[in-house]
């Protein structure tokens, strides 16, 4: 089973619009993180914000903040008033408790928002 | 200023050699990781270190190798085992162990082509 599922390949929004990126998420342990990266052409990875599993407000980082609803094993990404530069691919990612010991990442595999003038 | 440097950018190499791609971090960080990216996908883990001198698989090992001697160094060799070697190579590093919100902060990446 994945662990970490993005259903929408590609997607379109206007400039200055609102977006949300799905992630939803497949684990047992009660401790986990789940992070969002922004990936652009250039091929480095940006991270944006991340959502502890025991975090009760959801998370934000000026025009980024995560919608998490942890009964549905959701992480989705909510990016306000779009700009040209946030076209990009877009990952989620998750580290469980269990693997913690090295802290690795499991990642989707993305969604590339492409932002529309 | 602190970051990752990965080099170099674009690597060619003939199939049945192998090659050495380079990973520096001025982060201080304890961990380093190395990832691979394919086309339209996401990463997946080749390995990892946590301190110098241990480093352990990730889920996609097989073919590939490593060194951890110095704390800021990860180089990561893809041997002529590697069956698709031609890939996205990122290293990443993260401030320690433990639970926390630890982020991954990458590097610029490396794209291997190999004919």
């Known amino acids: 089973a994945q662990k970490i599922t993005q259903t929408q390949p590609g997607m379109f929004v206007q400039e200055k619009e609102a977006v949300t990126l799905d992630c939803t998420y497949d684990?047992?342990?009660?401790?986990?993180?789940l992070f969002w990266y922004k990936q652009p052409s250039s091929g480095e990875m940006i991270f944006l914000i991340y959502?502890?599993?025991?975090?009760?407000q959801n998370a934000t980082e000026g025009r980024y903040s995560l919608n998490f609803q942890k009964a549905r094993k959701s992480a989705n990404l909510v990016i306000s008033a779009s700009q040209l530069g946030d076209s990009a691919m877009y990952f989620c990612?998750?580290?469980?408790?269990?693997?913690?010991?090295?802290?690795?990442?499991?990642f989707g595999g993305g969604t590339r928002l492409m932002v529309k003038p | 200023d602190g970051g990752i440097t990965q080099s170099p950018k674009y690597l060619f190499r003939k199939e049945g050699q192998n090659v050495t791609l380079s990973c520096e971090q001025n982060?201080?960080?304890?961990?380093m990781y190395w990832y691979r990216q394919d086309p339209g996908q996401g990463l997946r883990l080749i390995y990892y270190?946590?301190?110098?001198?241990?480093?352990q698989k990730g889920d996609i090992a097989e073919g590939y190798s490593v060194s951890r001697e110095k704390k800021e160094s990860f180089p990561l060799t893809v041997t002529s085992a590697q069956k698709n070697p031609t890939a996205f190579y990122l290293c990443?590093?993260?401030?320690?162990?433990?639970?926390?919100?630890?982020?991954?902060?990458f590097g610029p990446g490396t794209r291997l082509t190999v004919t």
């Open positions: 982060l201080n960080h304890d961990a």
């Open positions: 270190s946590q301190i110098v001198n241990d480093f």
């Open positions: 990612a998750m580290r469980e408790g269990r693997r913690n010991a090295g802290n690795m990442l499991t």
């Open positions: 959502q502890g599993s025991y975090d009760e």
């Open positions: 990443a590093s993260s401030i320690g162990l433990g639970w926390a919100s630890y982020e991954q902060y």
């Open positions: 684990t047992s342990d009660q401790s986990y993180g």
